[in-house]
């Protein structure tokens, strides 16, 4: 997946906030596991949650060497001939040490930052967790000091000959979407969804091709 | 994200032909790096771009530990507490070795899997891969031998005392579609896109929450 590399901080952030989950990478006696996880960003640090490293978390107390790494796709990118196919994506990979979050100010900051991700202004509509729940919830967090984006965009790059071929090459544009809400069947009588959950869409950045 | 567990081998295999790009994990002096490919399965074996895997590759002629996983997003789950918020996935994790593929005859196998993967059909539509162009290419395999699914579905799972609180909770179906195809501004005259292009749509496994 070629792309050019891109180490402003805004476009990054911006790639990581947009993104709904993350790929965490940890290391287990030279075996590589990579774990879905949910993450936000608060300001430099990246928080996600802990449970998907808790394998390799619990033996290293101090922290473990990590990557996280987001991906939007963008589009399908179809050239004219079978090798040069690829995709428009954006990504961000994050390198570091990973290390669990121990105050519980910490922790409710970056639950709500978890649940603000999800849906912004979510947080202010549901119950807030208790110290008990902050006591339990397995926080991870890393800095946002190596990290770096990959972009790529626009149309295919075809060999010189194969431009005159007749076939088609362009884009496909890939877009996520949400349905209708789902209510909970145990939903207390009368409950509404609010603006906030109705009114959801991916969030897109300025970055994001149209 | 907490999960069940699946193990059928047609569910871990719609997952995977489901997913459009997928994260490999691999480690060079201690640090795992988490970087997106494209993927393709045939029969029993995961095909993936060696690009991605290029430094670390190099480096070891027989193959490198490496972890891939994809992740489909099917819902934000909301929760009545803030704790309990969560997404509907399914995701593989596959383990093993990951070898580069030798023989031309398996990286056009590879590349046509790619090509299919990306829109079904388009193998039959583009110039086909020459021998220079398949030498050129980089080509990692790993066997599903050690596959494993995780499929998380349905409505928030909140606290007994939270179901009379009058917020609203279940999901928000979430899903991929496809835009109208963007031709390159460098098109031959008068060739349009062909069905299995404006047709596309993203490939829903049975096991996908409709």
């Known amino acids: 997946m070629p792309a050019r590399g891109v180490y402003e901080r805004g476009a990054i952030e911006a790639i990581l906030d947009e993104a709904l989950v993350a790929h965490v990478g940890l290391v287990e006696d030279g075996q590589p596991y990579v ?20 394998r ?37 990979v994050v390198l570091g040490v990973a290390s669990p979050v121990q105050g519980q100010a910490e922790r409710a900051e970056a639950l709500r930052a978890f649940t603000e991700r999800l849906v912004p202004g979510r947080w202010g ?31 295919p790059l075809d060999d010189a000959d194969d431009y005159a071929l007749p076939v088609w090459a362009g884009v496909v544009p890939l877009r996520t979407i949400a349905g209708e809400p789902v209510a909970d069947p145990r939903l207390a009588p009368g409950v509404e969804p609010s603006g906030a959950v109705t009114g959801w869409s991916a969030q897109r950045s300025e970055q994001a091709p149209s």
């Open 125 to 155: 509509e549901v119950r807030a967790p208790t110290d008990r729940e902050l006591k339990g919830v397995s926080v991870l967090a890393m800095h946002l000091r190596e990290a770096s984006a990959k972009v790529r965009s626009g149309p």
């Open 35 to 54: 774990i879905p996880t949910l993450h936000a960003r608060v300001g430099e640090v990246l928080y996600f949650h802990g449970s998907a490293a808790s």
């Open 56 to 92: 390799t978390i619990r033996a290293l107390a101090g922290g473990a060497p990590a990557c996280l790494t987001v991906t939007l796709l963008d589009g399908l990118v179809l050239a004219r001939s079978a090798v040069h196919h690829s995709v428009n994506y954006r990504s961000v």
